[in-house]
């Protein structure tokens, strides 16, 4: 090949090359920006787009915490502190403390898989950030709660049936690998939030 | 402007017996004032936001969006944020120099804008020689980038300015070479004068003249790019080489003021190109008033120049930065000895058709139409072969 048909195969490369790249470019200024604007401007909450099963920060349901301590023993780095006294005479147990250290927590779960009721169970929620360690130990007695009770053969207490529903619907799917299927979900009251991908908003 | 102030004192506004001079002097101060504080630095500054926008689509993020509405308000915070910054001067510089080196970039890009031609009144000083005086007072950046890489006594900041001043220089004879078929045409340097010979509709546009002036006017933007340091020849301030070229040592004010001469600039070179080949602020006679002629071909000139500068951002995001020796190429290579076809077959059509070749014209208005149209095509086409692959692979 000539200098001269080098020549101009360069000058026709670099036409060619750049009127391409121009198009590419601008098709992509024609297209939605892909960013998804956490925290503030979302068209659905992070948290809400969890699966249920999500090991986020934990939370206790105290109205159906039975006080039998085996998150506190299962836990492996005692970050749970529950204190409780029995009542002789009511032969009822009184939680005065019980307090979860979230800057201890590494959220691997084992709290949640012993406790019977499902009282013990990790959110969706992870958003954790705060200014000292002390906030993060989350306190959830301010005075002293007389533990939960199963009656026997009675139905279950009508003020304490959706949370007693929620917490075995987790705690059964802790049992059972695998049935933490939408069909098991969708079998949860609460949990009835589908998995959703975060949809990015026009661009703003 | 001067008949205006001629008019003023005729009615005796400046007192019986008023200094010409005086009046003239101070008129074209308070003009370029208003010129200034109006259009230039609002221009330079806002367009930075305009400008991170762009590259934020073109790379699919949304890019600003915080301060004000859409984040139209992020140029007044950064140049805030620059005000409030520490003016450091290096203990080994030299503080002259130093210090006088953002002024001169900042007055090359203040001096343009005399001869800024932005409507058929709106001039402040229409000179015989407009165009050159444009192409000799910008190729000043040059010595203020020179002055700041060398005043900084570090050698990234060295290695910048030298690469600035050869850049300019080599970019400055294709740039120049094609503002001589313009020249070749009318037969005057004047930019009002430039203007008045084209027509409002693109047939009688320089662009479409002949396909001569064509490529002169893709070689001036091209060497326009290259002039006032844009990608893809940012070379002086290569940020994964160089630090940041000129201004590594410069911080605060002075440091803004590179980068608002930068982007000042944009719109000089885009305005050269608006008025030597896309018809500057012509617009057709559709009102007796002058005001709203004027106003009328106001908006024109700063659509189009707007236009060319949007070009050059999306230029910006696409092309990545070139080596210095393909710069030279490019340059020595390739576009001097087309700038000189085009200066002598310029001559030539100008010889065989001194009135220009309406036939010619159309046929190239109508090939830039097809192109277009061609580019359209391929825009759509990359559009949709990107939702395919994003259907497979939702990753990327």
């Known amino acids: 090949m000539g200098a001269a048909a080098t020549y101009f195969r360069h000058l026709r490369e670099a036409v060619v090359s750049i009127f391409d790249g121009m198009a590419v470019s601008a098709s992509h200024l024609i297209r939605r920006p892909y960013t998804i604007q956490y925290p503030d401007r979302m068209p659905v909450r992070v948290q809400d787009t969890l699966p249920f099963r999500y090991r986020g920060i934990l939370d206790v349901d105290l109205e159906i915490c039975t006080g039998c301590l085996a998150c506190d023993r299962a836990c492996p780095i005692d970050c749970i502190a529950i204190a409780i006294e029995k009542n002789a005479a009511t032969r009822e147990i009184v939680i005065s403390q019980f307090d979860i250290d979230l800057a201890k927590c590494m959220y691997c779960g084992l709290c949640s898989e012993p406790c019977p009721t499902g009282a013990i169970h990790h959110t969706t929620e992870f958003e954790g950030a705060d200014f000292s360690l002390e906030s993060l130990i989350r306190r959830f007695i301010a005075e002293p709660v007389v533990a939960y009770k199963a009656k026997k053969g009675a139905e279950p207490d009508v003020a304490v049936a959706d949370l007693l529903t929620r917490g075995m619907t987790y705690v059964d799917e802790w049992a059972q690998p695998g049935s933490d299927k939408p069909a098991a979900v969708a079998a949860a009251p609460q949990a009835a939030v589908a998995p959703v991908v975060p949809v990015p908003g026009p661009g703003k | ?396």
């Open chain 2, 1 to 396: 402007m001067e008949a205006w102030l001629n008019r003023l004192m005729m009615r005796g506004v400046f007192g019986a017996h008023p200094i010409p001079v005086l009046v003239y002097a101070s008129g074209i101060a308070i003009a370029c004032a208003l010129v200034l504080f109006a259009i230039a630095l609002p221009f330079a500054s806002i367009v930075t936001w305009v400008e991170r926008r762009v590259w934020a689509r073109i790379q699919s993020r949304i890019g600003p969006n915080r301060v004000g509405p859409n984040g139209f308000l992020q140029w007044l915070a950064d140049g805030l944020k620059h005000i409030c910054k520490e003016d450091i001067i290096p203990a080994e510089a030299d503080p002259r120099l130093f210090k006088l080196a953002p002024y001169l970039v900042v007055l090359a890009f203040i001096l343009p804008w005399a001869v800024m031609p932005f409507s058929s009144s709106l001039i402040l000083a229409d000179l015989n020689v407009g165009i050159l005086y444009m192409t000799a007072v910008t190729a000043l950046t040059v010595v203020g980038v020179l002055m700041a890489g060398w005043a900084s006594n570090n050698k990234w900041s060295l290695i910048g300015g030298v690469r600035s001043a050869a850049q300019v220089v080599s970019y400055e004879i294709p740039a120049g070479l094609s503002i001589f078929p313009v020249v070749l045409m009318t037969g005057t340097l004047s930019m009002q004068g430039i203007t008045r010979a084209q027509g409002w509709s693109p047939d009688r546009w320089f662009l479409f003249a002949s396909p001569f002036c064509f490529a002169a006017a893709i070689i001036l933007f091209v060497a326009s790019l290259a002039e006032n340091n844009r990608t893809p020849f940012d070379l002086p301030e290569a940020e994964s080489e160089l630090v940041a070229g000129f201004a590594t040592e410069y911080s605060s004010m002075r440091y803004l003021f590179f980068f608002m001469a930068e982007w000042g600039n944009m719109f000089v070179s885009a305005a050269i190109i608006v008025t030597l080949y896309l018809g500057g602020w012509r617009f057709p006679h559709v009102s007796p008033s002058p005001i709203a002629m004027n106003l009328l071909e106001f908006a024109t000139f700063n659509i189009k120049v707007l236009i060319i500068v949007f070009v050059s951002m999306w230029i910006r995001g696409t092309l990545p930065r070139v080596r210095i020796d393909q710069m030279m190429s490019l340059c020595w290579k390739y576009f001097v000895p087309i700038a000189f076809v085009n200066l002598i077959g310029t001559a030539v059509w100008v010889a065989i058709w001194p009135a220009g070749n309406p036939f010619a014209a159309w046929s190239m208005l109508a090939v830039g139409v097809l192109l277009a149209a061609f580019f359209v095509r391929r825009v759509v086409h990359f559009a949709r072969r990107s939702r395919m692959e994003l259907y497979f692979h939702p990753t990327i």
